[in-house]
Every structure is written in structure tokens, then in C-alpha cells.
């Protein structure tokens, strides 16, 4: 009974050590400025000279993929926090509302680990089942956030919402958001399933290889 116990804290520990490393890889990658570019953080890819893809929400698939439920609510709350502060730091007026850059990512957080889990179970191809996961994953908060993204617009463009859906349409596609989002869900599907089978496959070789009180 004691052996148990011992190991339901150590299984704690663990996992709040993991959680803890990775809020702090989403901080850095949302707050921390590009090396020569003060206008974005460490968390944008340049593909081209005006076009940028995020790659913030990849850890945050990755630890909630393979610390469960709760903890992936945590991460994606994290996640929303930090959006919001770099909104202020790197001027960004549409994302400081916290329905912009919180609630979508705290609902992204909230479907990670049985969207993954699903998939798991019906593709035996680990590598796969994360990549089709994390892809479709990064779809739908990409379009959370354009979803809360235009009533932020219209507030700032000073339009009723539904006056605002063209001009707001056309501003996507004046910022390349159909070019960008495409490349980040690749990303994800291909970067975050790699790390994810990675560090799935040595947590369970940890955690046969440690020894029993």
C-alpha cells in the first residue's frame, strides 16, 4: 500500500515537472523577441518575407497528447495567458482580447488529449495517429481563433460584425493567413508527432525501468 502511494507522488512529481517545463517552452516562444526582430517572438517561422507561421501551439499538442486531460487544460490556459500578454507587448490590438487569445486556446487544450486518444486507438501507426491528430487539431484552433478574431476586427475597424465579414475575409488573405495556416498545421503534423512518439516511448521506458520501494 505504501509502495503505491510512494509511486502515485512520484507519478505526480513527474507529470507536474513536465507540465511546468512545458509552459515554460510556450513562455519562451511567445514572449521572448526573434533574434534582430523586436516586432515578433521566438514562436514565428519566417517563410517568406511577409508571411510567418507559428509554431507556439506545438508544445502545447505534445504535453497534451501525453499528459492527459487536465494537465492539457492547463497548457492550453498557458497557452491563452501568454497570447494575451505578447497581444500588449508586440502590439497586437486584435488578440488583446482575452475571448481572442484566451478562450479559444483553453477549448483547443480542452479537446487534445481524446481527439489524440481517439486516433490512437483506431490507427496503429503511433507516428500517424499523431501526425492526423495534431493536423486536424491545428485546423480547428486556427479556426477558433479566426472565429473570435473577427469580432475583435470589427471592434477595431468600428463596423457592426456582419458589415465587417468581407473586409475582415479580405484582410486574411492580405496576411497571408491561407499560405501560413496550411504550413503550421504541417508543421505540427510532422514536428510535434516525432517529439511526441520520441518522449512517449522514453516516459514508458522510465517508467518500467524504475526500480520498486
Known sequence: MQTNVVKGNKEKIRELTLLAIFIAIIAVLGLVPSFGLGSSSL????????????????????????????????????????????????????????????????????????????????????????????????????????????TSFAIYTETGLFESFLPYLLWLVSVFVPVSAPIEAGLAAFVGAVVAVRLRNYLDNRAEASPED
Open 43 to 150: 514562436g514565428f517561422i519566417k517563410i517568406a518575407p511577409n508571411i510567418e507561421a507559428t509554431i507556439i501551439h506545438i508544445p502545447v499538442l505534445i504535453g497534451g497528447a501525453l499528459l492527459g486531460r487536465k494537465m492539457s487544460i492547463y497548457l492550453g490556459l498557458a497557452f491563452g495567458v501568454v497570447s494575451l500578454i505578447a497581444a500588449f507587448i508586440y502590439s497586437s490590438p486584435l488578440f488583446v482580447y482575452p475571448w481572442v487569445s484566451v478562450l479559444p486556446r483553453l477549448v483547443f487544450g480542452l479537446l487534445i488529449y481524446d481527439f489524440t486518444q481517439f486516433f490512437v486507438r483506431i490507427i496503429k501507426n503511433k507516428h500517424l495517429a499523431y501526425g492526423v491528430s495534431f493536423l486536424l487539431l491545428t485546423v480547428i484552433h486556427t479556426l477558433l481563433v479566426l472565429s473570435m478574431l473577427w
